[in-house]
T-cell receptor
């Protein structure tokens, strides 16, 4: 079945450092890929998404490129801020109308001033 | 647009009581709603999928008689934790999806409900 693997955290960075959170997936067909962010005590918010190979999703300075050849969707940001501290989830869904989301285990990011 | 609300945001109850959590799609019609459970520092575990007007589909290992799900309208789904026990304490998150022809399977998440059973 479908699965998502994320790098384990926590990832600890200083403000303005470069961020990469790795995500790889296993799926049949051509899934859509997502990154969600969860701030402490809150639900999930969609950060960005990509629906086909080579698409780049971007939002709030974060980017991720759908790489079918490496089955990856790594999250990057050039300069992190303290306010980016949160848990980040990579997820996929097949593009059929009734499929569900498959989540990775989440990666906690801690950014210090 | 695409806002999902949950009520209550947190609840504390005594062991043996039942608790109802509401999930509402505020500005769209949700043909499908999902209920997740999240343990501390862990990922979301899908509990069940509900389609408006039909019975919920529960994931393996989830007791349907303990976690009652009702999706009576296109904007409201409820999760009732019956005879709650301390091990049911968790963060419950719902999501909603509008079926769009040819569109991306995107779910919109509620803010979550923190349940503590004493």
């Amino acid at each position: 079945g479908d699965s998502v693997t994320q790098m384990e955290g926590p990832v600890t960075l200083s403000e303005e450092a470069f961020l990469t959170i790795n995500c790889t997936y296993t799926a049949t067909g051509y899934p859509s890929l997502f990154w969600y962010v969860q701030y402490p005590g809150e639900g999930l918010q969609l950060l960005l998404k990509a629906t086909k190979a080579d698409d780049k999703g971007s939002n709030k300075g974060f980017e991720a490129t759908y790489r079918k050849e490496t089955t990856s969707f790594h999250l990057e940001k050039g300069s992190v801020q303290v306010s980016d501290s949160a848990v980040y989830f990579c997820a996929l869904s097949s593009n059929s109308g009734y499929s569900t989301l498959t989540f990775g285990k989440g990666t906690m990011l801690l950014v210090s001033p | 647009g695409a806002v999902v609300s949950q009520h209550p945001s947190w609840v504390i109850c005594k062991s043996g009581t039942s608790v109802k959590i509401e999930c509402r799609s505020l500005d769209f019609q949700a043909t499908t709603m999902f209920w997740y459970r999240q343990f501390p520092k862990q990922s979301l575990m899908l509990m069940a999928t509900s389609n408006e007007g039909s019975k919920a589909t529960y994931e393996q290992g989830v007791e349907k008689d303990k976690f009652l799900i009702n999706h009576a309208s296109l904007t409201l789904s409820t999760l009732t934790v019956t005879s709650a026990h301390p091990e049911d304490s968790s963060f419950y998150i719902c999501s909603a999806r509008a079926l769009r022809t040819g569109g991306v399977n995107e779910q919109f998440f509620g803010p979550g409900t923190r349940l503590t059973v004493l």
